[in-house]
T-cell receptor, first 114, second 113 residues
Framework: ETGVTQTPRHLVMGMTNKKSLKCEQH?????MYWYKQSAKKPLELMFV???????ENNSVPSRFSPECPNSSHLFLHLHTLQPEDSALYLC?????????????FGDGTRLSIL | DAKTTQPTSMDCAEGRAANLPCNHS???????VYWYRQIHSQGPQYIIH???NNETNEMASLIITEDRKSSTLILPHATLRDTAVYYC??????????????FGKGTHLIIQP
């Protein structure tokens, strides 16, 4: 089982839709991350939050908008996506970003853009 | 972060120890070695990490060479459920950054019945 829960597990949406991905961690961590995993590609870091503050945006297009209302919750708001955005979106958390503690991942949201 | 080199794939018989090597010859003093695995359709699962000393937990053992240029992940009694892609990642902490993990291609470990 995992202490990081992502919903929904699967999402199909059209290019003009607006949807949100949700991540919740029950580990008492202070840092949360969004990654993208496309078919046959390594994981790509998208965003990092540490103590609710965004500390990294890895050149992600503005059609992806993260939100971190508290240390336990992380959202990824999606709008006007492209077919190449179809991928597995993974959320992770860690104690913080400074001490070398490992990241723990959820099982991801499989996103398909029609 | 230092680069890592892993074999593309490995086989291991069920019940035997699986030894997965990783080379990280450019590792620097403040960089940890992390191991994760990913089973199809699931998120990466943290296994173990270490800095200098060998480490052991309920899942695996991590053996780091004295010069820290390579390491070996050992699954002591492999089961069919250990079939997965195993990633060796080296990452340092400067105290000012917020870097994510850099996953390479990993080793596809196949446990044979």
């Amino acid at each position: 089982e995992t202490g990081v829960t992502q919903t929904p597990r699967h999402l199909v949406m059209g290019m003009t839709n607006k949807k949100s991905l949700k991540c919740e961690q029950h580990l008492g961590h202070n840092a949360m991350y969004w990654y993208k995993q496309s078919a046959k590609k390594p994981l790509e870091l998208m965003f990092v939050y540490n103590f609710k503050e965004q500390t990294e945006n890895n050149s992600v297009p503005s059609r992806f908008s993260p939100e971190c209302p508290n240390s336990s919750h992380l959202f990824l708001h999606l709008h006007t996506l492209q077919p190449e955005d179809s991928a597995l979106y993974l959320c992770a958390s860690s104690q913080d970003t400074l001490t070398g503690q490992p990241q723990h991942f959820g099982d991801g949201t499989r996103l398909s853009i029609l | 972060d230092a680069k890592t080199t892993q074999p593309t794939s490995m086989d291991c018989a069920e019940g035997r120890a699986a030894n997965l090597p990783c080379n990280h010859s450019t590792i620097s003093g403040n960089e940890y070695v992390y191991w994760y695995r990913q089973i199809h359709s699931q998120g990466p699962q943290y296994i173990i990490h270490g800095l200098k000393n060998n480490e052991t937990n309920e899942m695996a053992s991590l053996i780091i060479t004295e010069d820290r240029k390579s390491s070996t992940l050992i699954l002591p009694h492999a089961t069919l459920r250990d079939t997965a892609v195993y990633y060796c990642i080296v990452r340092g902490y400067s105290g000012g950054g917020a870097d994510g993990l850099t996953f390479g291609k990993g080793t596809h470990l196949i446990i044979q019945p």
